[in-house]
């Protein structure tokens, strides 16, 4: 633990369930119902998913060096029935979680118990649709003997391009039986060429085929690889099918309604049949994100700017909607600049037609491309290009 810090942290109250005193069937319980993990030598992402909120209460016990045991963590869900799904102990492996163990600690509580290996510091957040508590962790190894030298070579940039939905989830559909998944998807490897072919920078993509990847998962890998930087790219749908033009975004929340109705989309929200949603309203990983903000507001302006430029080359009535604040699940917990692209309107007749042909995507990815690499080079990340 970082400091001094009190031996039992007690993190609060997830979601907004007040407890009517009125007795449940065991049955009626949310159920804790899968539980997903990641974990590096200095990173652990672990994301508990619920049928229905509930509170929880998470306690942190640091390690104990002179019993030999691992830092951990306790989770409590309660009132919560276990799911068919979690397993009750599983080895984790040798990177910083080593074992998660999920009980019925009692009728009506769930206990999931995290070891972690070394424990600097920890934060959580929430999603919802389905619920799900996430739990990041850090901390470092500590290096016994001689230490890396100073002078060694400056590493590479890493950049994790976020090709948007897939497998199940289609996103907006667009002209001729077209779906968002799979132009994001070409888009964002002509993307990944430009970038490894131009500059020292090494590409890595949170999807390559049409799979689905819970956006959660998405955000852990970047984490997990240490990306640099972070950029999920997807098309634009709306009712009004007078809609066009290219827009980019950065995490925050906001009143707007539009960008509200956007995020819904784009969180999966609207796919759902659970409309009990309380809005929008999430807890930003506020922790992590603060420091990064600027240089996202500052990433989001680059790629906008740019793309309008290529795209006018092609679409001279391309419209600039800007650059703009919202509340995208994708981007939560992210820990490096992070932005998300909306390229298009596949609901716009002529746009949409536009994005499906290869020019207009190349127009676009070369847009893509110089945003990043004017980013990179003025930035306050800018090291050695
Ligand atoms: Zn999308």
Redesign the pocket.
């Known amino acids: 633990m970082r400091g001094r810090r009190q031996l039992l942290t007690v993190v609060g109250i997830w979601g907004v369930v007040v407890l009517s005193g009125i007795a449940h069937a065991a049955s009626d319980y949310p159920r804790v119902e899968r539980i997903f993990h990641t974990s590096t030598a200095d990173y652990a992402r672990v994301v508990i998913a619920l049928s229905r909120t509930t509170p929880h209460q998470l306690v942190a016990i640091p390690a104990d060096p002179r019993q030999h045991r691992p830092a951990r963590i306790v989770i409590d869900f309660s009132p919560a029935r276990q799911g068919a799904q979690p397993p009750v102990a599983r080895p984790v492996g040798n990177g910083l979680l080593t074992q998660i163990r999920v009980s019925q600690f009692s009728p009506t509580t769930v206990r999931v118990a995290l070891d972690i290996e070394r424990l600097d510091d920890y934060h959580t957040f929430s999603l919802s649709s389905p619920p799900r508590l996430i739990l990041d962790v850090r901390g470092q190894e500590r290096r016994e003997g001689p230490q890396p030298s100073l002078s060694a070579p400056a590493q590479r940039y890493r950049i994790m391009l976020d090709p948007?939905?897939g497998g199940h989830d289609p996103?907006?559909r667009g002209p001729n039986g077209t779906y968002?998944k799979d132009i994001v998807l070409a888009l964002s490897r002509r993307l990944g060429r430009k970038l490894a072919s131009r500059l020292p920078v090494e590409v890595l993509f949170t999807r390559t085929a049409d799979v689905f990847v819970p956006l959660e998962e998405r955000t852990a890998r970047a984490n997990a690889a240490k990306a640099d930087l972070f950029l999920s790219i997807?098309?634009n749908a709306s009712p009004n099918p007078a809609m066009q033009g290219i827009e980019t975004y950065y995490l925050n929340n906001t009143n707007d309604r539009a960008t509200i109705r956007l995020a819904a989309?784009?969180n999966g929200l609207l796919q759902r049949p659970d409309r009990r949603e309380p809005g929008l309203s999430y807890i930003l990983s506020d922790l992590i994100q603060k420091g990064k903000e600027e240089e996202s507001i500052a990433l989001a302006h680059h790629l906008q700017e740019a793309m309008v430029l290529r795209a006018k080359g092609h679409y001279p009535a391309v419209r600039n909607l800007g650059v703009k604040k919202g509340p995208f699940y994708v981007l939560v917990g992210a820990h490096m600049p992070c932005v998300l692209v909306e390229v298009a309107f596949l609901s716009h007749r002529v746009e949409g037609q536009h994005l499906l042909s290869p020019e207009y995507q190349e127009a676009l990815a070369e847009g893509l491309f110089l945003g990043i690499a004017r980013f990179l080079r003025t930035g306050p990340m800018a090291k050695s290009l």
């Open positions: 948007g939905h996103g907006a968002e997807h098309a989309m784009e």
